[in-house]
């Protein structure tokens, strides 16, 4: 129990650590000049999107210690948002339904691909988690999920960090690896949410869906069947429903 717990608070501090070395490192290099950083928020604002990267390869390590599968879905769901972050900047197009319709129509979006890699990731990583094949489906399911989701409530500063914080929370009540991916997810959302509040850096579609795998992994790691279940259901839900969840975060005071 003891040393749970300790994997536990090491989890959490090692992803906020490396999350606030990639912030620095980020913002002093700067790769591609600092245009390429710079995006405008939903008030005009010009921030960076520093934070992204920084929070999806501090999630995607402190996943692979529960799995290698699992810090890979992680690092894959954040490599599929960064293709979305720069290449699909300027499509106004958003939800699943708007790029899956493109793609019948033989256009192939940044979004059905970002859609696509995850899913693909998070089911190799579902399989990788658990042992009976609908278990593995349902895993990878709540992994892809739990990455849409957090990137649906990114639509005002700090809702995506407060929201992972607050979904990931209860899990660091129980023991194993399913506390220990909460708390990578925790601590990587703890360390950007002060600059994602004060609108000078933004997570991005990279940072919101690698914290959101984070997620999913904990979920998976922590539950058996009927969690799975649960979760599955709801998650699905949420992105059938992917406008009003929208809705509801952006209207939250």
Request: contains cysteine; aromatic residues 2%.
């Amino acid at each position: 129990m003891i040393k749970s717990a300790r994997r536990t608070g090491s989890s959490l501090a090692l992803a906020a650590a490396l999350t606030r070395a990639g912030l620095t490192a980020l913002r002093a290099q700067a790769p591609g000049g600092p245009e390429f950083w710079e995006r405008k928020n939903h008030a005009g604002r010009a921030v960076g999107l520093h934070a992204g990267p920084a929070s999806a390869v501090a999630a995607a390590v402190g996943a692979a210690r529960v799995r290698p599968a699992a810090g890979l879905a992680v690092l894959a769901a954040g490599a599929c948002g960064a293709y979305d972050d720069v290449v699909g900047a300027g499509d106004p197009r958003r939800g699943f339904r708007a790029h899956l319709s493109a793609l019948r129509g033989g256009e192939v979006t940044s979004g059905a691909v970002k859609l696509l890699g995850i899913s693909a990731a998070g089911l190799v990583a579902g399989a990788a988690l658990k042992e009976r094949p609908l278990d593995k489906v349902l895993a990878g399911v709540v992994i892809a999920g739990a990455a849409h989701f957090v990137n649906l409530v990114d639509v005002r500063p700090g809702r995506a960090a407060a929201t992972v914080l607050a979904l990931g929370a209860p899990g660091l009540l129980r023991v194993g690896p399913g506390a220990e991916a909460a708390a990578t997810a925790m601590g990587a959302a703890a360390a950007v949410l002060p600059g994602d509040l004060a609108e000078r850096t933004m997570l991005g579609d990279t940072g919101a869906h690698a914290l959101g795998a984070a997620l999913g992994v904990a979920v998976v790691a922590g539950n058996g069947r009927t969690g799975l279940v649960a979760h599955a259901a709801a998650l699905v839900a949420a992105a059938v429903y992917g406008e009003k969840v929208s809705e509801s975060a952006r209207s939250l005071v």
